[in-house]
């Protein structure tokens, strides 16, 4: 039976969708083709009808998720004024609430390391991704000034402490590199 393209590119979105979350919250190797394609309800043949492999849709997946944080995160500079937009990014991103919530969260922070063993188009779509954060960063910077810490740092920071605070047993510790990194990245303003 043939389906309309309307059908089929959605599907394939769905597939995408899916994908990035079980990425994000199983990590990509942990996730099968023929696993993720039964929880859809789909046939692990029809993959490829969408994808060319494996690759592509990690490629993919990783867009989307990117996407995602991307499009939460300006929606809240949306929300503040120009002299808050660093501290509202920063304490959005090393919140408890995405701290919990690897599977609906930054790309960065919960396929990072696996990212470095996977093939260009993967990677490609990460560094995309990355080079959005940091724009997205370089935007709360005053206009016409260079944000301090650079926008390299920042994301570096909170990545790595939201990927730590995961990561460790010790519930204390994990939301003191959230609070340290927060504080360090956007400390209170003196009024």
């Known amino acids: 039976m043939r389906y309309s393209p309307l059908h089929k590119a959605d599907v394939r979105q769905r597939i995408v969708r899916t994908a990035s979350y079980r990425f994000r919250s199983e990590g990509m190797d942990a996730v099968g083709i023929a696993n993720?394609?039964?929880d859809l309800g789909l046939t692990h043949g029809g993959f490829y009808s969408h994808f060319r492999d494996k690759e592509a849709l990690v490629a993919e997946a990783c867009r989307h998720g990117f996407d995602e944080l991307q499009q939460r995160l300006a929606a809240v500079l949306d929300t503040v004024p120009?002299?808050?937009r660093?501290?509202?990014l920063v304490q959005h991103?090393?919140?408890l609430a995405h701290r919990d919530r690897p599977d609906d969260g930054c790309v960065a922070a919960a396929l990072g390391g696996e990212m470095a063993r996977r093939d260009q188009p993967s990677r490609q779509a990460f560094t995309a991704g990355i080079e959005a954060q940091l724009a997205l960063l370089q935007?709360?910077?005053p206009p016409g000034e260079e944000m301090t810490p650079t926008p390299c740092v920042a994301l570096a920071l909170m990545v790595g402490a939201l990927l730590l605070s995961r990561a460790v047993s010790d519930p204390a510790?994990?939301?003191r590199f959230l609070e340290e990194a927060t504080?360090?990245?956007a400390p209170p303003r003196q009024v």
């Open 36 to 38: 993720l394609m039964a």
């Open 82 to 84: 120009a002299e808050q």
């Open 86 to 88: 660093l501290a509202a």
């Open 93 to 95: 991103y090393l919140s």
């Open 139 to 141: 935007a709360c910077a």
């Open 173 to 175: 510790l994990s939301q």
């Open 183 to 185: 504080r360090a990245l």
